[in-house]
């Protein structure tokens, strides 16, 4: 707060417990009850003067959520729309062990089993040369 403007400095005060995250912000005298809270996602702060090149200025993780009535730690959702169920539909995917284990143990049979039932390629392939230079002699 120091390095802001007087005026500004003038019209908002925060006082936070850093513990806790959370304390109380008086804006232009009216005092609301502040709490920070985790996105569940970094958001990148992009800055432009001309509408065609951005320029990052911070990555966002943490906003300062100021109501009458105090909520959860996290933001579920997000700060947008598309990010409803956000935590929900990024989640890590859990695979059973059990059933993959016996699909690879199937596909591995599978590959054995062609394996024997297969003629060698590279059999086959001397087998025609050597019969094409029996041939020429002849």
Same mark, same amino acid.
């Given at each position: 707060?120091?390095?802001?403007?007087?005026?500004?400095?003038?019209?908002?005060?925060?006082?936070?417990?850093?513990?806790?995250?959370?304390?109380?912000?008086?804006?232009?005298?009216?005092?609301?009850?502040?709490?920070?809270?985790?996105?569940?996602?970094?958001?990148?702060?992009?800055?432009?003067?001309?509408?065609?090149?951005?320029?990052?200025?911070?990555?966002?993780?943490?906003?300062?959520?100021?109501?009458?009535?105090?909520?959860?730690?996290?933001?579920?959702?997000?700060?947008?729309?598309?990010?409803?169920?956000?935590? #929900?539909?990024?989640?890590?995917?859990?695979?059973?062990?059990?059933?993959?284990?016996?699909?690879?143990?199937?596909?591995?049979?599978?590959?054995?089993?062609?394996?024997?039932?297969?003629?060698?390629?590279?059999?086959? #392939?001397?087998?025609?040369?050597?019969?094409?230079?029996?041939?020429?002699?002849?």
């Amino acid at each position: 707060m120091e390095t802001k403007p007087k005026k500004l400095r003038k019209k908002l005060k925060l006082d936070m417990d850093p513990e806790s995250g959370e304390g109380t912000v008086v804006i232009s005298g009216i005092r609301l009850k502040g709490r920070l809270k985790k996105l569940p996602t970094i958001s990148e702060s992009l800055k432009t003067y001309d509408k065609t090149i951005f320029v990052k200025t911070a990555d966002v993780c943490h906003i300062l959520d100021c109501v009458d009535t105090g909520g959860g730690s996290e933001l579920i959702h997000g700060l947008t729309p598309p990010l409803k169920n956000v935590k #929900k539909r990024f989640r890590k995917c859990l695979s059973n062990k059990d059933e993959t284990a016996v699909n690879v143990q199937k596909e591995l049979f599978y590959l054995l089993q062609a394996d024997l039932e297969a003629v060698s390629f590279i059999d086959e #392939k001397i087998m025609k040369f050597l019969y094409l230079l029996v041939s020429e002699k002849n």
